[in-house]
């Protein structure tokens, strides 16, 4: 009677487990999209709503909003079809995308006057079946919160054409680095991508196009060449990195949250906390210096000045709070100096000489700063 009953139950367990494998399958291929916007898309709102803003107070609400919902992930700018800010946030296989436009509007008065400003809206699409709609919500909040604090919403007359959209948008921004005496850029291979072209600007406000050389997706590691540029401010020379010690001070030049903080670097000063990066990674120095979204692929400084790495990430603050129960500080990552190198086939001119001069941060900042860059990716 046993033997009789076996298969049966194992055919069963079978069934089940199949059932069970089916089912996780089909809920990671399921997907979710939708719009949240003040021009009445997905939200209950009495009218079409805007809000009487500068382009400049509208992207700074934008701006604010993505960092404040999505510290630590990297923060890309859109163009297309209005101007914006996107994010895409990852959990073992699932992935979710998050994009914030304002739209340029006309709206009206309690007057009867026509006045200028924008609408907002949040859209969202990935396989984060729960907090994905929950947190493009949260976004959405965050914006109009802000907006209201500025001005009060008036009900849209009509839609205008971007005035704010480049002639040639970019799709991602952060910072880069002139070598010894040659016409190229060091940035990370995340900042441009796999786009051919990039844009500089210097601190001066002068922008040039290069193209993107080489590539090392691996190391997170990009090179952008200018042939044409004649005048290339004098750059960093490298210190190699095996002779770089823990507790050792080190600053940070780049071009932290560009929309906001505006197109002037900044410096800040840190320590090297290990010389190994996440896992015991090698390539990687750990240091306490802050960085945010825009510092990517700027110098990390020793203080003579020399290049010792190129900042690269921070650790998901959300992420490991979420699974911790800790939200970590002070934990961020440079790509070293050594891994650099690799990217040149000479590199006798780009070491820096033994020095024992040691320099604090207000001279490294205006003998370097010159030679730090905002990176921008081109789309095609």
């Keep these: 009677m046993l033997q009789m009953k076996c298969p049966f139950i194992f055919r069963c367990l079978f069934k089940t487990l199949l059932n069970v494998i089916c089912a996780l399958f089909f809920l990671l291929l399921c997907s979710c999209a939708g719009t949240i916007s003040t021009v009445g898309h997905g939200h209950d709102i009495p009218s079409p709503q805007m809000f009487p803003l500068s382009p400049e107070i509208a992207d700074k609400i934008l701006a604010t909003a993505m960092v404040g919902e999505f510290a630590g992930n990297i923060i890309s700018r859109v163009e297309f079809p209005n101007n914006g800010y996107q994010t895409t946030i990852r959990f073992g296989l699932d992935s979710h995308t998050f994009i914030a436009f304002m739209i340029p509007v006309k709206g009206r008065t309690d007057k009867g006057e026509l006045v200028h400003g924008f609408a907002f809206e949040v859209s969202h699409s990935g396989t984060m079946l729960i907090s994905g709609p929950t947190r493009s919500k949260r976004l959405y909040n965050r914006i109009i919160h802000d907006a209201n604090l500025v001005s009060n919403p008036l009900p849209i007359v009509s839609f205008e054409p971007s005035k704010t959209r480049a002639k ?34 210097l601190p001066n406000g002068q922008a040039f196009k290069g193209r993107v050389i080489k590539r090392d ?57 290990a010389t190994i990066g996440i896992g015991g990674d090698s390539r990687h120095f750990r240091i306490t210096a802050q960085i945010n979204p825009g510092n990517s692929g700027g110098p990390l400084v020793d203080t003579y000045g020399r290049v010792i790495g190129v900042v690269s990430h921070a650790l998901n603050k959300l992420y490991i709070a979420k699974n911790i129960g800790h939200i970590p500080e002070g934990t961020n990552f440079a790509v070293k100096a050594d891994v650099l190198l690799n990217m040149f086939n000479e590199i006798e001119s780009l070491i820096s000489e033994q020095t024992d001069q040691v320099l604090p941060a207000d001279k490294i900042f205006s003998a370097y700063s010159n030679a730090v860059v905002i990176v921008r990716a081109i789309s095609k």
Aim: charged share 20%; no cysteine; net charge negative.
């Design 168 to 201: 040639k948008p970019y799709i991602s921004q952060g910072t880069g680095f002139f070598i010894g005496k040659l016409p190229m850029v060091v940035t990370n291979y995340h900042v441009v991508g796999d786009t051919e072209e990039a844009e500089i600007v």
């Design 217 to 273: 997706e691996a190391n997170d590691l990009a090179l952008i060449s200018f042939n044409e540029f004649r005048n290339a401010p004098e750059g960093f020379r490298i210190f190699p990195s095996y002779k770089v010690k823990s507790g050792q001070d080190i600053y940070v030049i780049g071009y932290p949250l560009g929309s906001i903080l505006g197109d002037s670097p900044s410096i800040t000063k840190g320590i090297i906390s």
